[in-house]
Structure formats: structure tokens, C-alpha cells
């Protein structure tokens, strides 16, 4: 595609339900990263794909979050028995490959009420 | 000790004016460096990248990475009301991954 796209662009919840968040990332790109950005907050390093594989999930909170890619392009972001402190924007960004500029999507907005 | 640290501003520069934005970071093994910008409520836009020690120039921006002092700035030359923003900066640390990790950000206000 042109570009990143994200879906849903926003998701409220209820506390304890479970929500899924998609990423596409542009067309031939092999590195995918999760990030979250609470409310005036700095960028925070979820989880990074090169293909499939995802060498670094480091940055996962909670064995709440879990993120999967497949056939190198869609990923997937499940966070399990949503709490309020999930509530942020997730951002998703792909690159060519790993160590080369990255590019955004606009970012799903999660609200857990 | 921040893997990337920025100031967090706000930085003011009347129109016209250069504004010259900061960024130290901790990983000598870093190989990549990127400013992002991001306007309130919107995601981060790429606006430069540098791999190599010393200048870029692409318009009115101007990146310089000294990797000896593990320092990367942006240069904007006439800075114009619209580049009221905050702008991130970005390392690539090289290990078993390639984690971009994010400095907090310093917000920049352009005065007319």
C-alpha cells in the first residue's frame, strides 16, 4: 500500500475485554514495530518484527500483550483483560528492513472505560 | 541513564530565527539516527535520518551526528510558525534486534 494503515483508527473497551489491533505495513517492508504513546507522553517500544519472526518483544508489559505477523505483512497486537492503564495511542511503524528509516501509521487511539 | 535523552523544552525561536534541537544518546553501537516530527494529536512524520558522522542537509533542516560525543542535533533555518511541533529523535541500537528506541521529544513553538 502507500502507506502504514491501522485499524481501527479508535476502539473503546470495557475493562476486561479483550480488543485486537491491525497493522499493514507498506508493500516489500520487513521490519514492523509496535509502539504506545500515552497522553504526552514519549514513545514507548512494544515489540519488533523482521518478517515473521520477532527477535525483540522486550518491550511487551504484560503477558497481557501478545503480537503475531503473518506472511511478512499484517500484524496483529492482542491485549488480553484490558485494564485503564492500557488506554494510549498504539503506533505502528514498518521500514525496508531493520536499522533504516521508519514510516507511521496514523495510530489506533484505545479508550478502556 | 536514558538510552536517548532529549530536553524536553519548550523550545521558543521567533519566526525567521534557526532553531537547533538536541539529542545525546548512551549505545556507542548505535548506527542510525532519525528525526521524527509530530504535531499534537497526529503520529510522527520522518523528516531526517543520518548515518555517518557529520552534516545533512535537506532544506531547511540540517542534521549533525558526532558519534565520538554520542550527539545528534536538527538545524532548522528559517524557522516558519508551521514547524511548531514536537520533534522526536530516533537511535537504532545495533544487537540482536533492531530496536528504535524514541527520546522523549522536545516541543518547539515558532512565534510569529
Known amino acids: 500500500g502507500a502507506g502504514v494503515s491501522q485499524s481501527p483508527s479508535n476502539k473503546v473497551t470495557e475493562k476486561g475485554k479483550d480488543v485486537e489491533l491491525r497493522c499493514d505495513p507498506i508493500s516489500g517492508h520487513t521490519a514492523l514495530y509496535w509502539y504506545r504513546q500515552s497522553l504526552g507522553q514519549g514513545l514507548e517500544f512494544l515489540i519488533y518484527?523482521?518478517?515473521?519472526?520477532?527477535?525483540?518483544k522486550s518491550g511487551l508489559p504484560s503477558d497481557r500483550f501478545s503480537a503475531e505477523r503473518t506472511g511478512g505483512s499484517v500484524s496483529t497486537l492482542t491485549i488480553q483483560r484490558t485494564q485503564q492503564e492500557d488506554s494510549a495511542v498504539y503506533l505502528c511503524?514498518?521500514?525496508?528492513?531493520?536499522?533504516?528509516?521508519?514510516?507511521f501509521g496514523q495510530g489506533t487511539r484505545l479508550t478502556v472505560v | 541513564q536514558k538510552e536517548v535523552e532529549q530536553n524536553s523544552g519548550p523550545l521558543s525561536v521567533p519566526e525567521g530565527a534557526i532553531a537547533s534541537l538536541n539529542c545525546t544518546y548512551s549505545d556507542r553501537g548505535s548506527q542510525s539516527f532519525f528525526w521524527y516530527r509530530q504535531y499534537s494529536g497526529k503520529s510522527p512524520e520522518l523528516i531526517m535520518f543520518?548515518?555517518?558522522?557529520g552534516d545533512k542537509e535537506d532544506g531547511r533542516f540540517t542534521a549533525q551526528l558526532n558519534k565520538a560525543s554520542q550527539y545528534v542535533s536538527l538545524l532548522i533555518r528559517d524557522s516558519q510558525p508551521s514547524d511548531s511541533a514536537t520533534y522526536l529523535c530516533?537511535?537504532?541500537?545495533?544487537?540482536?534486534?533492531?530496536?528504535?528506541?524514541f527520546g522523549s521529544g522536545t516541543r518547539l513553538l515558532v512565534r510569529p
Open positions: 518484527f523482521q518478517g515473521n519472526s520477532a527477535p525483540d
Open positions: 543520518i548515518y555517518s558522522n
Open positions: 530516533a537511535v537504532n541500537r545495533v544487537d540482536s534486534s533492531y530496536k528504535l528506541i
Open positions: 511503524a514498518s521500514s525496508r528492513t531493520g536499522g533504516v528509516e521508519a514510516f
